[in-house]
Every structure is written in structure tokens, then in C-alpha cells.
């Protein structure tokens, strides 16, 4: 089991961690905002028996309905 706890990390490392870890979280949006895009530019969302891009990210991607429409 995973555990996300950073009791053990001193006040600088806390500090390193979290923007280490809003830098990454910045470049994976921009990544999967970027395959959304393309993916809804190829129109690959009919190959998946989905009538839209909007489906696929429900059904397929397990976003919710509200982040579905934000990332489209």
C-alpha cells in the first residue's frame, strides 16, 4: 500500500515536494489536454464507438461530466 504522508520531510522538503509535484501535475494536464485535442482532431472517438469526444472521455476515460467538458 501507497502512502502519501510527508510527516517524515522537513518544512523545505514540503515545500520542494509540492512544487515538484504542481510542475508535474502542470505538464500531465498539458499532455492530456494535448491527446484530447488530437484525439477529437482525428475524429478517433468513432473508431471507439463513441458518437463524440464528449462520450469518449465519459465512457472510455472515466472523466466526469463537468472535467469532460473543462478538458474539451
Known sequence: MTSWSLRHLSD???????????????????AHLAG????????????????SMYRYCVERLHLSDDVAVQRI
Open 36 to 51: 484530447i485535442a488530437e484525439f477529437d482532431r482525428r475524429k478517433l472517438f468513432l473508431a471507439a464507438a463513441c458518437s
Open 12 to 30: 523545505d522538503a514540503v515545500s520542494l515536494e509540492l512544487a515538484a509535484a504542481s510542475a508535474a501535475d502542470a505538464r500531465s494536464t498539458a
